[in-house]
T-cell receptor, first 110, second 116 residues
Framework: LAKTTQPISMDSYEGQEVNITCSHN???????ITWYQQFPSQGPRFIIQ???TKVTNEVASLFIPADRKSSTLSLPRVSLSDTAVYYC???????????FGSGTKLNVKP | EAQVTQNPRYLITVTGKKLTVTCSQN?????MSWYRQDPGLGLRQIYY???????DKGDVPEGYKVSRKEKRNFPLILESPSPNQTSLYFC???????????????FGPGTRLTVT
C-alpha cells in the first residue's frame, strides 16, 4: 500500500484559502488520490478525488503534479465549520485497499 | 434516505466474549469495508469486500472475521475480543466503477467498542 504523509495540524483564519499537501512517494500507477473530511465522532466524508493534474468541485480543488508523488487539497475561503481532520487517501486501482494515514487537523479561527 | 447503518453504536464487553457488529447499506453498493480508528493512527482498514462472497484482508485483519452473504450486509465478527481491539469502528460502502475500483466511500456513524 502506498503510504501517505501529511502535516499533523494547520491553523487558518476564516476567509482564507487553505492548502494541505500530502506526500505519497510510492503511489502505484493505478492508484487514485482521494481526500476525506472527518468531524469528531462522525464517519469520514468524501471531498474530492483525482488521478492527475487538477480536479475541482463545488467545495475544493485538488492539484496533482505530473510525477504524482504528492497532492494538494485547496479549500477556498474557509469558515469555522471547516474545522475538521482531513485525510489524504491513496488506493483503489486494482485492489481497492486503502491507507488513510493520520490526517491533518485543520483549525479555523475567527 | 441513502445511508450506511451500524449496530450497536456503543458496546462494552469482556475479553473472550464473541461479538458481532452489523453493517448494512441501502445503496446497492458492491464494495464494503471495515475500518478501525485509534488516536494518532488514523483509520486502518480491517477487511473489505468487492461483492457477495468476495472478501479480502486489509491492513489490520488479525482478530477479526467478516462475511458477505448478502449485498447489503457486511458484519464484523470478533471471535475472542481482546482489550487491544478497543477502538472506534467504521463501516463504509462504495459503488465500483466500470473498471472495478472504488470511488466515493460512504461511511456509517461508527461503533465505539470497549473490551475490558
Amino acid at each position: 500500500l502506498a503510504k501517505t504523509t501529511q502535516p499533523i495540524s494547520m491553523d487558518s483564519y476564516e476567509g482564507q484559502e487553505v492548502n494541505i499537501t500530502c506526500s505519497h512517494n510510492n503511489i502505484a500507477t493505478n492508484d487514485y488520490i482521494t481526500w476525506y473530511q472527518q468531524f469528531p465522532s462522525q464517519g469520514p466524508r468524501f471531498i474530492i478525488q483525482g488521478y492527475k493534474t487538477k480536479v475541482t468541485n463545488e467545495v475544493a480543488s485538488l492539484f496533482i503534479p505530473a510525477d504524482r508523488k504528492s497532492s494538494t487539497l485547496s479549500l477556498p475561503r474557509v469558515s469555522l465549520s471547516d474545522t475538521a481532520v482531513y485525510y489524504c487517501l491513496v488506493g483503489a486501482g486494482n485492489f481497492n485497499k486503502f491507507y488513510f494515514g493520520s490526517g491533518t487537523k485543520l483549525n479555523v479561527k475567527p | 434516505e441513502a445511508q450506511v447503518t451500524q449496530n450497536p453504536r456503543y458496546l462494552i464487553t469482556v475479553t473472550g466474549k464473541k461479538l458481532t457488529v452489523t453493517c448494512s447499506q441501502n445503496m446497492n453498493h458492491e464494495y464494503m469495508s471495515w475500518y478501525r480508528q485509534d488516536p494518532g493512527l488514523g483509520l486502518r482498514q480491517i477487511y473489505y469486500s468487492m461483492n457477495v462472497e468476495v472478501t479480502d484482508k486489509g491492513d489490520v485483519p488479525e482478530g477479526y472475521k467478516v462475511s458477505r452473504k448478502e449485498k447489503r450486509n457486511f458484519p464484523l465478527i470478533l471471535e475472542s475480543p481482546s482489550p487491544n481491539q478497543t477502538s472506534l469502528y467504521f463501516c463504509a460502502s462504495s459503488p465500483l466503477s466500470a473498471g472495478g475500483w472504488s470511488y466515493e466511500q460512504y461511511f456509517g456513524p461508527g461503533t465505539r467498542l470497549t473490551v475490558t
